[in-house]
């Protein structure tokens, strides 16, 4: 069976027009078509936000899987453009993966942080929509 995780990682963009330039390169990568990757990802709008999101549940999460390379090739999309763009590109990105371990949780975010403040915007967004939550469950009958 193996060692399972959950895993959510999420971006946020300030325009439709970045999401979809960022998901077609995306999707011209080879290990993305493969392993027929573009149909993990789930656009979104919240607000003014344009999202993009990929969600698992009990998979084997290990980083030398192709899978995992080409789920996780979409940040490196994402920091290229943010690169070229400058000022002109903003986004904002955050990753959970919790392990079946009690305290294995990797946790990682970033975000563009021009001085007009929309990278830190957009990580409110994220923020307010994807966290981790613990929760204790009794049944004492």
């Given at each position: 069976?193996?060692?399972?995780?959950?895993?959510?990682?999420?971006?946020?963009?300030?325009?439709?027009?970045?999401?979809?330039?960022?998901?077609?390169?995306?999707?011209?990568?080879?290990?993305?078509?493969?392993?027929?990757?573009?149909?993990?990802?789930?656009?979104?709008?919240?607000?003014?936000?344009?999202?993009?999101?990929?969600?698992?549940?009990?998979?084997?999460?290990y980083?030398?899987?192709?899978?995992?390379?080409?789920?996780?090739h979409?940040?490196?999309?994402?920091?290229?453009?943010?690169?070229?763009?400058?000022?002109?590109?903003?986004?904002?990105?955050?990753?959970?993966?919790?392990?079946?371990?009690?305290?294995?949780?990797?946790?990682?975010?970033?975000?563009?942080?021009h001085?007009?403040?929309?990278?830190?915007?957009?990580m409110?967004?994220?923020?307010?929509?994807?966290?981790?939550?613990?929760?204790?469950?009794?049944?004492?009958?």
């Amino acid at each position: 069976m193996g060692y399972r995780s959950d895993i959510v990682i999420a971006f946020a963009f300030a325009s439709e027009k970045h999401l979809a330039e960022v998901l077609a390169i995306y999707q011209m990568n080879e290990l993305v078509k493969t392993h027929d990757l573009l149909q993990d990802w789930s656009t979104h709008t919240w607000g003014k936000t344009w999202a993009l999101t990929f969600v698992a549940h009990n998979v084997k999460w290990y980083d030398g899987y192709e899978d995992v390379i080409g789920i996780e090739h979409m940040r490196e999309v994402v920091q290229a453009f943010a690169e070229e763009r400058g000022e002109d590109f903003s986004f904002a990105y955050k990753k959970i993966r919790l392990g079946e371990s009690f305290d294995d949780v990797d946790y990682e975010s970033d975000y563009t942080s021009h001085s007009a403040g929309i990278g830190t915007d957009l990580m409110q967004v994220i923020d307010s929509r994807i966290d981790i939550r613990r929760e204790l469950v009794v049944d004492l009958q």
